[in-house]
Protein backbone atom coordinates (compact mmCIF):
# COMPACT_ATOMS: atom_id res chain seq x y z
CA UNK A 1 0.00 0.00 0.00
CA UNK A 2 3.28 2.61 0.68
CA UNK A 3 5.33 0.57 -1.82
CA UNK A 4 5.67 4.04 -4.09
CA UNK A 5 6.06 6.19 -1.24
CA UNK A 6 8.86 6.62 1.77
CA UNK A 7 10.76 9.76 2.85
CA UNK A 8 10.40 12.61 0.93
CA UNK A 9 13.49 14.51 0.73
CA UNK A 10 14.93 17.50 -1.47
CA UNK A 11 12.36 16.51 -4.15
CA UNK A 12 12.32 12.31 -4.10
CA UNK A 13 11.14 9.56 -2.41
CA UNK A 14 13.55 7.48 -0.69
CA UNK A 15 13.04 3.94 1.05
CA UNK A 16 15.09 3.57 4.47
CA UNK A 17 16.28 0.89 6.37
CA UNK A 18 13.98 1.23 8.74
CA UNK A 19 10.00 0.71 9.07
CA UNK A 20 7.02 0.57 10.78
CA UNK A 21 3.67 -1.17 10.22
CA UNK A 22 0.36 0.59 10.17
CA UNK A 23 -2.88 -1.20 11.51
CA UNK A 24 -6.51 -0.85 10.13
CA UNK A 25 -9.03 0.52 12.81
CA UNK A 26 -11.20 -1.73 11.12
CA UNK A 27 -9.78 -4.91 10.32
CA UNK A 28 -6.86 -4.76 13.21
CA UNK A 29 -4.58 -5.79 10.98
CA UNK A 30 -1.38 -4.09 8.79
CA UNK A 31 -2.33 -2.12 6.04
CA UNK A 32 1.87 -1.83 5.17
CA UNK A 33 5.09 -0.95 6.42
CA UNK A 34 6.60 2.74 5.64
CA UNK A 35 9.60 3.58 5.90
CA UNK A 36 10.83 5.75 8.95
CA UNK A 37 13.34 8.26 9.07
CA UNK A 38 16.25 8.17 11.53
CA UNK A 39 17.77 11.41 13.26
CA UNK A 40 19.89 11.81 10.31
CA UNK A 41 17.36 11.46 7.58
CA UNK A 42 15.36 14.32 9.31
CA UNK A 43 18.35 16.65 9.32
CA UNK A 44 19.02 16.06 5.56
CA UNK A 45 15.03 17.30 5.11
CA UNK A 46 15.72 19.60 7.26
CA UNK A 47 19.27 20.73 4.48
CA UNK A 48 17.35 20.53 1.95
CA UNK A 49 14.45 23.20 3.02
CA UNK A 50 17.51 25.82 3.66
CA UNK A 51 18.60 24.92 0.58
CA UNK A 52 15.36 25.89 -1.35
CA UNK A 53 14.05 28.88 0.73
CA UNK A 54 16.36 31.48 -1.59
CA UNK A 55 14.43 29.83 -4.82
CA UNK A 56 11.30 29.35 -3.49
CA UNK A 57 11.36 33.10 -1.82
CA UNK A 58 12.01 34.30 -5.21
CA UNK A 59 9.90 32.97 -7.29
CA UNK A 60 8.02 35.53 -5.84
CA UNK A 61 4.00 35.86 -5.48
CA UNK A 62 2.42 35.38 -8.83
CA UNK A 63 4.61 32.46 -9.65
CA UNK A 64 4.02 30.33 -6.36
CA UNK A 65 -0.05 31.05 -7.15
CA UNK A 66 0.53 29.31 -10.07
CA UNK A 67 2.24 26.43 -8.86
CA UNK A 68 -0.03 26.09 -5.97
CA UNK A 69 -3.12 25.93 -8.67
CA UNK A 70 -0.89 23.37 -10.72
CA UNK A 71 -0.84 21.60 -7.19
CA UNK A 72 -4.48 21.23 -6.31
CA UNK A 73 -5.09 20.11 -10.11
CA UNK A 74 -3.08 17.12 -9.73
CA UNK A 75 -5.45 16.72 -5.87
CA UNK A 76 -8.16 16.88 -8.22
CA UNK A 77 -7.41 14.38 -10.55
CA UNK A 78 -6.25 12.24 -7.65
CA UNK A 79 -9.05 12.76 -5.70
CA UNK A 80 -10.83 9.21 -5.12
CA UNK A 81 -7.47 7.52 -4.64
CA UNK A 82 -6.76 10.09 -1.93
CA UNK A 83 -10.54 9.50 -0.39
CA UNK A 84 -9.86 6.03 -0.38
CA UNK A 85 -6.70 6.14 1.13
CA UNK A 86 -8.10 8.38 4.15
CA UNK A 87 -11.21 5.93 4.82
CA UNK A 88 -8.74 3.22 5.00
CA UNK A 89 -6.34 4.66 7.41
CA UNK A 90 -8.80 5.99 9.55
CA UNK A 91 -12.19 4.00 9.02
CA UNK A 92 -14.41 7.45 8.35
CA UNK A 93 -16.55 7.03 5.61
CA UNK A 94 -15.76 7.37 2.20
CA UNK A 95 -18.31 9.79 1.79
CA UNK A 96 -16.80 12.00 4.51
CA UNK A 97 -13.11 11.19 3.49
CA UNK A 98 -14.01 12.81 -0.60
CA UNK A 99 -15.08 16.03 1.65
CA UNK A 100 -12.03 16.21 3.19
CA UNK A 101 -10.15 15.53 0.28
CA UNK A 102 -12.15 18.21 -1.78
CA UNK A 103 -11.80 21.07 1.38
CA UNK A 104 -7.87 20.19 1.20
CA UNK A 105 -7.94 21.36 -2.16
CA UNK A 106 -9.51 24.64 -1.66
CA UNK A 107 -6.55 25.54 0.76
CA UNK A 108 -4.41 24.96 -2.03
CA UNK A 109 -6.96 27.03 -4.37
CA UNK A 110 -7.38 30.08 -1.51
CA UNK A 111 -3.20 29.65 -0.69
CA UNK A 112 -2.65 30.45 -4.52
CA UNK A 113 -4.61 33.38 -4.48
CA UNK A 114 -3.25 34.87 -0.71
CA UNK A 115 0.07 34.37 -2.44
CA UNK A 116 -0.72 37.17 -5.04
CA UNK A 117 -2.01 39.56 -1.77
CA UNK A 118 0.71 39.90 0.32
CA UNK A 119 0.78 43.51 0.85
CA UNK A 120 3.25 45.93 2.46
CA UNK A 121 2.31 49.46 3.08
CA UNK A 122 3.51 52.89 2.93
CA UNK A 123 3.85 55.06 6.12
CA UNK A 124 4.51 58.98 6.72
CA UNK A 125 7.44 59.46 8.66
CA UNK A 126 7.84 62.32 11.26
CA UNK A 127 11.50 63.01 9.64
CA UNK A 128 11.55 65.47 6.87
CA UNK A 129 11.08 63.72 3.73
CA UNK A 130 11.59 60.05 5.33
CA UNK A 131 8.40 57.68 4.68
CA UNK A 132 8.45 53.94 6.56
CA UNK A 133 7.75 51.07 4.25
CA UNK A 134 6.49 48.34 5.83
CA UNK A 135 6.92 45.01 4.17
CA UNK A 136 6.19 41.43 4.60
CA UNK A 137 8.93 38.12 4.45
CA UNK A 138 8.64 34.60 4.30
CA UNK A 139 9.56 33.69 7.93
CA UNK A 140 11.71 30.68 7.05
CA UNK A 141 11.39 27.31 7.63
CA UNK A 142 8.26 25.42 8.64
CA UNK A 143 8.18 22.17 10.71
CA UNK A 144 4.78 20.88 10.77
CA UNK A 145 3.24 18.38 13.09
CA UNK A 146 -0.14 16.68 12.04
CA UNK A 147 -2.56 14.41 13.92
CA UNK A 148 -4.44 11.38 12.57
CA UNK A 149 -8.23 12.37 13.04
CA UNK A 150 -8.01 14.31 9.68
CA UNK A 151 -5.22 13.25 8.17
CA UNK A 152 -5.39 15.42 4.75
CA UNK A 153 -6.95 18.65 6.01
CA UNK A 154 -4.24 19.10 8.77
CA UNK A 155 -1.39 18.82 6.62
CA UNK A 156 -3.23 20.97 3.76
CA UNK A 157 -3.82 23.91 6.49
CA UNK A 158 0.05 24.19 7.26
CA UNK A 159 1.90 23.52 3.75
CA UNK A 160 -0.57 25.49 1.79
CA UNK A 161 0.10 28.86 3.24
CA UNK A 162 3.51 28.39 4.47
CA UNK A 163 4.05 27.50 0.45
CA UNK A 164 2.23 30.76 -0.49
CA UNK A 165 4.30 32.68 2.30
CA UNK A 166 7.77 31.54 1.00
CA UNK A 167 8.32 29.00 3.20
CA UNK A 168 10.54 25.67 2.79
CA UNK A 169 8.06 23.08 5.16
CA UNK A 170 9.28 19.77 6.79
CA UNK A 171 5.82 17.86 7.61
CA UNK A 172 5.86 14.71 10.30
CA UNK A 173 2.00 13.28 9.51
CA UNK A 174 0.35 10.84 11.94
CA UNK A 175 2.33 7.50 11.49
CA UNK A 176 -1.05 6.03 12.23
CA UNK A 177 -2.09 7.16 8.77
CA UNK A 178 1.18 8.16 6.93
CA UNK A 179 -0.42 7.25 3.56
CA UNK A 180 -2.80 10.12 2.85
CA UNK A 181 0.17 13.12 3.59
CA UNK A 182 2.06 10.92 1.38
CA UNK A 183 -0.26 10.98 -1.31
CA UNK A 184 -0.98 15.10 -0.75
CA UNK A 185 2.97 15.46 -1.24
CA UNK A 186 3.55 13.06 -4.23
CA UNK A 187 0.81 15.76 -6.38
CA UNK A 188 2.84 18.46 -4.57
CA UNK A 189 5.70 17.56 -6.84
CA UNK A 190 3.48 18.56 -9.91
CA UNK A 191 3.78 22.35 -8.68
CA UNK A 192 7.26 22.25 -10.24
CA UNK A 193 8.50 24.17 -6.80
CA UNK A 194 12.15 24.08 -6.07
CA UNK A 195 13.44 20.47 -4.73
CA UNK A 196 13.53 20.54 -1.45
CA UNK A 197 10.49 23.20 -0.42
CA UNK A 198 8.46 20.46 0.50
CA UNK A 199 9.75 17.70 2.78
CA UNK A 200 8.13 14.49 4.39
CA UNK A 201 9.41 12.21 7.41
CA UNK A 202 7.41 9.39 9.40
CA UNK A 203 9.30 8.36 12.47
CA UNK A 204 9.86 8.36 16.27
CA UNK A 205 9.72 11.80 18.31
CA UNK A 206 13.31 11.29 19.15
CA UNK A 207 14.38 10.77 15.56
CA UNK A 208 11.82 13.63 13.38
CA UNK A 209 10.20 16.14 16.62
CA UNK A 210 13.61 16.15 18.25
CA UNK A 211 16.00 17.24 14.82
CA UNK A 212 13.62 19.42 14.10
CA UNK A 213 13.10 21.24 17.19
CA UNK A 214 16.51 21.54 18.19
CA UNK A 215 17.33 22.83 14.58
CA UNK A 216 17.86 26.73 14.95
CA UNK A 217 17.44 27.68 10.98
CA UNK A 218 13.32 26.38 11.74
CA UNK A 219 12.22 29.40 12.36
CA UNK A 220 8.20 28.09 12.17
CA UNK A 221 6.65 25.13 13.79
CA UNK A 222 2.86 24.72 13.59
CA UNK A 223 1.04 21.84 15.18
CA UNK A 224 -2.55 20.53 15.29
CA UNK A 225 -2.49 18.05 18.57
CA UNK A 226 -2.85 17.94 22.00
CA UNK A 227 -3.04 20.49 24.67
CA UNK A 228 -0.34 18.70 26.41
CA UNK A 229 2.28 18.08 23.53
CA UNK A 230 1.33 21.73 22.45
CA UNK A 231 2.52 22.74 25.49
CA UNK A 232 5.94 20.63 25.64
CA UNK A 233 6.28 21.77 21.97
CA UNK A 234 5.75 25.78 23.22
CA UNK A 235 8.84 24.78 26.08
CA UNK A 236 10.69 23.34 23.18
CA UNK A 237 10.27 26.31 20.85
CA UNK A 238 11.34 28.39 23.54
CA UNK A 239 15.03 27.41 23.10
CA UNK A 240 14.99 28.42 19.66
CA UNK A 241 12.86 31.18 19.96
CA UNK A 242 10.86 29.83 16.69
CA UNK A 243 7.60 30.89 16.10
CA UNK A 244 4.61 28.88 17.01
CA UNK A 245 1.48 28.26 16.23
CA UNK A 246 -1.05 25.68 17.85
CA UNK A 247 -4.30 24.36 16.69
CA UNK A 248 -5.03 22.34 20.31
CA UNK A 249 -7.61 20.43 22.26
CA UNK A 250 -11.37 21.68 22.39
CA UNK A 251 -14.63 21.16 25.10
CA UNK A 252 -16.78 22.63 22.59
CA UNK A 253 -20.66 23.40 24.70
CA UNK A 254 -23.73 23.56 22.49
CA UNK A 255 -26.69 25.37 23.71
CA UNK A 256 -30.02 24.48 23.27
CA UNK A 257 -32.42 27.43 23.84
CA UNK A 258 -36.03 27.14 24.73
CA UNK A 259 -36.80 28.93 21.22
CA UNK A 260 -34.81 26.77 19.59
CA UNK A 261 -36.01 24.99 15.96
CA UNK A 262 -35.57 21.65 18.08
CA UNK A 263 -35.75 19.37 14.73
CA UNK A 264 -33.01 21.64 13.10
CA UNK A 265 -31.53 21.48 16.29
CA UNK A 266 -31.22 17.14 16.47
CA UNK A 267 -30.95 17.54 12.63
CA UNK A 268 -27.68 19.01 12.89
CA UNK A 269 -26.24 17.94 16.19
CA UNK A 270 -25.95 14.04 16.06
CA UNK A 271 -24.25 14.01 12.82
CA UNK A 272 -21.67 16.78 13.95
CA UNK A 273 -21.36 14.86 17.29
CA UNK A 274 -20.77 11.44 15.19
CA UNK A 275 -19.01 12.44 12.23
CA UNK A 276 -15.64 10.74 12.72
CA UNK A 277 -16.65 8.91 15.34
CA UNK A 278 -16.52 12.06 17.60
CA UNK A 279 -13.00 12.23 17.32
CA UNK A 280 -13.11 16.18 16.06
CA UNK A 281 -11.62 18.39 18.02
CA UNK A 282 -14.29 21.16 17.47
CA UNK A 283 -17.42 18.97 17.89
CA UNK A 284 -20.31 19.44 20.03
CA UNK A 285 -19.02 17.84 23.69
CA UNK A 286 -21.05 19.20 25.98
CA UNK A 287 -25.01 19.98 25.14
CA UNK A 288 -27.00 22.44 27.47
CA UNK A 289 -30.73 21.87 26.79
CA UNK A 290 -33.61 24.47 28.20
CA UNK A 291 -35.88 22.47 30.61
CA UNK A 292 -38.87 22.87 28.05
CA UNK A 293 -36.90 20.75 25.46
CA UNK A 294 -34.65 18.49 27.58
CA UNK A 295 -36.84 15.32 27.55
CA UNK A 296 -37.40 15.71 23.93
CA UNK A 297 -34.23 16.41 22.70
CA UNK A 298 -32.92 13.88 24.68
CA UNK A 299 -34.89 11.07 23.86
CA UNK A 300 -34.88 11.99 19.88
CA UNK A 301 -31.29 12.57 20.10
CA UNK A 302 -30.92 8.91 21.66
CA UNK A 303 -33.05 7.27 18.70
CA UNK A 304 -31.60 8.67 16.14
CA UNK A 305 -27.76 7.58 17.95
CA UNK A 306 -29.19 4.28 18.02
CA UNK A 307 -30.28 3.98 14.69
CA UNK A 308 -26.54 5.23 13.18
CA UNK A 309 -24.92 2.16 10.87
CA UNK A 310 -21.62 1.51 12.10
CA UNK A 311 -18.82 -0.50 10.04
CA UNK A 312 -16.18 -0.11 7.30
CA UNK A 313 -16.42 3.30 6.15
CA UNK A 314 -15.36 1.86 2.50
CA UNK A 315 -19.26 0.56 2.86
CA UNK A 316 -21.75 2.67 1.16
CA UNK A 317 -24.41 2.07 3.87
CA UNK A 318 -22.29 3.24 6.46
CA UNK A 319 -22.64 6.07 8.99
CA UNK A 320 -20.10 6.00 11.33
CA UNK A 321 -16.78 3.99 11.59
CA UNK A 322 -14.41 3.40 14.42
CA UNK A 323 -11.92 4.74 16.74
CA UNK A 324 -8.31 4.54 15.74
CA UNK A 325 -6.72 2.22 17.43
CA UNK A 326 -7.47 0.12 21.02
CA UNK A 327 -6.40 2.58 22.95
CA UNK A 328 -8.54 5.31 22.16
CA UNK A 329 -11.79 2.63 22.64
CA UNK A 330 -10.41 1.63 25.99
CA UNK A 331 -10.12 5.55 27.29
CA UNK A 332 -13.61 6.06 25.53
CA UNK A 333 -15.14 3.19 27.75
CA UNK A 334 -13.52 4.11 30.74
CA UNK A 335 -15.17 7.83 30.86
CA UNK A 336 -18.67 6.60 29.96
CA UNK A 337 -18.44 4.26 32.83
CA UNK A 338 -17.28 6.81 35.12
CA UNK A 339 -20.12 8.50 34.30
CA UNK A 340 -22.70 6.14 34.99
CA UNK A 341 -21.31 5.14 37.89
CA UNK A 342 -21.37 8.82 39.14
CA UNK A 343 -25.24 9.26 38.14
CA UNK A 344 -25.45 9.90 34.69
CA UNK A 345 -28.20 8.51 32.85
CA UNK A 346 -27.18 6.03 30.12
CA UNK A 347 -29.73 6.22 27.07
CA UNK A 348 -28.53 4.54 24.87
CA UNK A 349 -24.78 2.85 23.64
CA UNK A 350 -22.09 2.97 26.41
CA UNK A 351 -19.95 -0.44 24.78
CA UNK A 352 -18.28 -2.20 21.96
CA UNK A 353 -20.37 -2.06 19.50
CA UNK A 354 -22.26 -5.66 18.93
CA UNK A 355 -21.30 -7.62 15.79
CA UNK A 356 -17.73 -6.69 15.66
CA UNK A 357 -15.45 -9.44 16.55
CA UNK A 358 -12.44 -7.04 15.35
CA UNK A 359 -12.35 -3.09 14.96
CA UNK A 360 -11.97 -0.16 17.21
CA UNK A 361 -15.65 -0.21 17.21
CA UNK A 362 -17.78 1.61 20.02
CA UNK A 363 -21.70 2.32 19.89
CA UNK A 364 -22.72 5.94 19.33
CA UNK A 365 -23.40 6.98 22.95
CA UNK A 366 -26.04 9.45 24.94
CA UNK A 367 -25.87 10.15 28.26
CA UNK A 368 -28.25 12.57 30.22
CA UNK A 369 -27.98 13.75 33.71
CA UNK A 370 -24.81 14.95 33.17
CA UNK A 371 -22.95 17.38 35.43
CA UNK A 372 -20.31 19.29 35.30
CA UNK A 373 -18.02 17.96 37.56
CA UNK A 374 -17.85 14.60 35.67
CA UNK A 375 -14.92 14.29 33.17
CA UNK A 376 -17.63 13.35 30.36
CA UNK A 377 -17.68 17.07 30.59
CA UNK A 378 -15.29 18.79 32.64
CA UNK A 379 -12.76 17.46 29.72
CA UNK A 380 -12.55 16.38 26.01
CA UNK A 381 -13.89 12.83 25.36
CA UNK A 382 -12.58 12.82 21.75
CA UNK A 383 -15.39 10.02 21.02
CA UNK A 384 -18.53 8.99 19.69
CA UNK A 385 -20.44 10.38 23.43
CA UNK A 386 -23.09 13.14 23.51
CA UNK A 387 -23.42 14.25 27.46
CA UNK A 388 -26.68 16.10 27.98
CA UNK A 389 -27.42 18.29 30.67
CA UNK A 390 -30.61 20.79 31.14
CA UNK A 391 -30.54 24.34 32.40
CA UNK A 392 -33.09 26.62 33.16
CA UNK A 393 -31.96 30.33 32.51
CA UNK A 394 -29.80 32.24 30.13
CA UNK A 395 -27.40 33.94 33.25
CA UNK A 396 -27.11 29.78 34.05
CA UNK A 397 -25.70 28.34 30.95
CA UNK A 398 -23.39 31.51 29.81
CA UNK A 399 -21.18 30.46 33.06
CA UNK A 400 -21.54 26.83 32.97
CA UNK A 401 -20.66 26.76 29.24
CA UNK A 402 -17.43 28.96 30.11
CA UNK A 403 -16.28 26.90 33.02
CA UNK A 404 -13.86 25.56 30.99
CA UNK A 405 -9.62 26.28 30.28
CA UNK A 406 -10.25 25.20 26.40
CA UNK A 407 -11.81 27.54 24.16
CA UNK A 408 -11.67 26.34 20.53
CA UNK A 409 -15.64 26.87 19.49
CA UNK A 410 -18.86 26.91 20.30
CA UNK A 411 -22.54 26.52 19.36
CA UNK A 412 -25.77 27.40 20.36
CA UNK A 413 -28.85 26.82 18.80
CA UNK A 414 -32.19 30.33 19.39
CA UNK A 415 -34.40 31.74 16.85
CA UNK A 416 -33.40 35.38 18.77
CA UNK A 417 -31.67 37.63 16.93
CA UNK A 418 -30.73 38.97 20.35
CA UNK A 419 -29.60 35.86 21.65
CA UNK A 420 -27.69 34.75 18.67
CA UNK A 421 -25.46 38.52 19.73
CA UNK A 422 -25.64 37.69 23.34
CA UNK A 423 -23.64 34.26 22.60
CA UNK A 424 -21.14 35.89 20.08
CA UNK A 425 -20.41 37.97 22.29
CA UNK A 426 -20.61 35.81 25.77
CA UNK A 427 -19.28 32.38 24.30
CA UNK A 428 -15.40 32.50 25.27
CA UNK A 429 -14.17 30.58 22.33
CA UNK A 430 -12.34 31.59 18.62
CA UNK A 431 -15.13 29.87 16.81
CA UNK A 432 -18.68 30.44 17.60
CA UNK A 433 -21.57 28.46 15.71
CA UNK A 434 -25.18 30.25 15.94
CA UNK A 435 -27.63 26.97 13.98
CA UNK A 436 -24.80 26.00 12.34
CA UNK A 437 -21.43 23.67 12.82
CA UNK A 438 -19.70 24.88 9.52
CA UNK A 439 -16.92 26.30 10.96
CA UNK A 440 -13.94 25.04 8.88
CA UNK A 441 -13.89 27.12 5.32
CA UNK A 442 -10.36 27.50 3.76
CA UNK A 443 -11.38 31.58 3.53
CA UNK A 444 -12.29 31.33 7.36
CA UNK A 445 -9.37 31.71 10.19
CA UNK A 446 -10.01 28.75 12.48
CA UNK A 447 -8.42 28.60 16.12
CA UNK A 448 -9.23 28.82 19.44
CA UNK A 449 -8.57 30.50 22.98
CA UNK A 450 -7.19 29.78 26.21
CA UNK A 451 -5.60 26.31 26.11
CA UNK A 452 -7.00 25.54 22.66
CA UNK A 453 -4.40 26.93 20.95
CA UNK A 454 -2.63 30.26 19.29
CA UNK A 455 -2.70 31.34 16.24
CA UNK A 456 -5.44 30.40 13.07
CA UNK A 457 -5.64 28.74 10.13
CA UNK A 458 -7.54 29.50 7.06
CA UNK A 459 -8.54 32.98 5.92
CA UNK A 460 -6.33 36.29 4.79
CA UNK A 461 -5.12 35.64 8.50
CA UNK A 462 -3.70 32.36 8.20
CA UNK A 463 -1.01 33.42 6.04
CA UNK A 464 0.16 36.37 8.74
CA UNK A 465 1.73 33.29 10.72
CA UNK A 466 4.06 32.48 8.24
CA UNK A 467 5.39 35.77 7.65
CA UNK A 468 7.54 38.65 9.38
CA UNK A 469 7.11 42.40 8.93
CA UNK A 470 9.99 44.03 8.05
CA UNK A 471 10.21 47.75 8.69
CA UNK A 472 12.57 50.41 6.63
CA UNK A 473 12.65 53.73 7.50
CA UNK A 474 13.80 55.70 4.07
CA UNK A 475 14.97 59.20 3.92
CA UNK A 476 15.64 61.72 0.88
Same mark, same amino acid.
Given at each position: ??????????????????? #?????????????????????????????????????????????????????????????????????????????? =?????????????????????? =???????????????????? =????????????????????????????????????????????????????????????????????????????????????????????????? #??????????????????????????????????????????????????????????????????????????????????????????????????????????????????????????????????????????????????????????????????????????????????????? #????? #????????????????????????????????? =???????????????????
Amino acid at each position: MYQEFGLFIAGNWERGATT #ATVISPVTETPLGDVTTATAADSKRAINAAASALAPLRAMGGFARADAMHRIADEMTARGDEAALMISTETGKPLAQA =GREWVLSVDQFRWYAEEARRIY =GRVVESRVPGGRFEITKEAV =GIVGAFTAWNFPASLPARKIAPALAAGCPVVLRPSSQTPGVAMVMVDCIRAGGLPDGAMNLVVGSTADTYGPIMADPRVRKVSLTGSTRVGQQMIRD #AAETVKKVSMELGGNAPCIIFDDADLGAALDACVPSKFGNAGQVCVTPDRFFVHDSLHDTFVAEFAKRAAALTLGDGLDDDVEMGPLINAGRMTEVDAIVQEAVAAGAKLETGGQRAAGFNVGHFYEPTVLSNVTDDMRVFADENFGPIAAISRFSGDDEVWARANASTMGLSAYAFTRSPER #ARRAA #ATLKAGMVGINSFALAASEAPFGGTNYSGLGRE =GGSEGIEDYLDTKLLQIVF
